[in-house]
């Protein structure tokens, strides 16, 4: 069964202080991994999509990576604008249909 | 643009009323979605819509009913609302090609009493 698990559940950081969210994925042949990014009250707003282990993309202050099993989000001297729920969705291949993890709360304290 | 809007955006409904929620983007998509978020679940597919006339179940369709309006436009219909239907109801559309991103609209907060 096609599976998305990402930890922590919580994380807060001090400004400044980077660190790595980590999402586990098993899906019967790969087609995309991808991150948004939701605010509370908002829609979640698309931040990289990674097809290929060895994969890596940087946007800011975010860098993603993608191996056979696991996605890593890297944030590095995160701001309190970084603030939010870090999402994780996968795509099989052959399918339109997303598998989400249940997401990361990152809080960056000031 | 635009991107994907929903309406509206936020309802509350007596058990056993009915009611559309309205999904629109500008993107000229092929494909649409439908889905609920729920504390602790994630997000979980209701239905979609692969291109303009077709229309397929997701992960949760019992309760709902989509329609594919036109290519701009994708509604949900709840026929008979029930308490476990209370969520944030998110409508999102990609291109419909190899490149399968999805993009999201506001969402909408139905409380269902």
């Known amino acids: 069964e096609d599976q998305v698990t990402q930890s922590p559940e919580a994380l807060r950081l001090q400004e400044g202080e980077s660190s790595s969210l980590n999402c586990s994925y098993t899906v019967s042949g790969l087609r995309g991994l991808f991150w948004y990014r939701q605010d509370p009250g908002k829609g979640p707003e698309f931040l990289f999509t990674?097809?290929?282990a060895g994969e890596e993309k940087e946007k800011e202050r975010l860098k993603a990576t993608l191996t056979k099993k696991e996605s890593f989000l890297h944030i590095t001297a995160p701001k309190p604008e970084d603030s939010a729920t870090y999402l994780c969705?996968?795509?099989?291949?052959?399918?339109?249909?997303?598998?989400f993890g249940t997401g990361t709360r990152l809080k960056v304290l000031a | 643009n635009a991107g994907v809007t929903q309406t509206p955006k936020f309802q509350v409904l007596k058990t056993g009323q009915s009611m559309t929620l309205q999904c629109a983007q500008d993107m000229n998509h092929n494909s649409m979605y439908w889905y609920r978020q729920d504390p602790g679940m994630g997000l979980r597919l209701i239905y979609y819509s692969a291109s303009e006339g077709t229309t397929d179940k997701g992960e949760v369709p019992n309760g709902y009913n989509v329609s594919r309006l036109n290519k701009r436009e994708f509604s949900l219909r709840l026929e008979s609302a029930a308490p476990s239907q209370t969520s944030v109801y998110f409508c999102?559309?990609?291109?419909?090609?190899?490149?399968?991103?999805?993009?999201f609209g506001p969402g909408t907060r139905l409380l269902v009493l």
């Open positions: 999102a559309s990609s291109v419909g090609d190899q490149q399968e991103t999805q993009y």
């Open positions: 969705a996968v795509q099989a291949r052959g399918t339109y249909k997303y598998i």
């Open positions: 990674l097809y290929s």
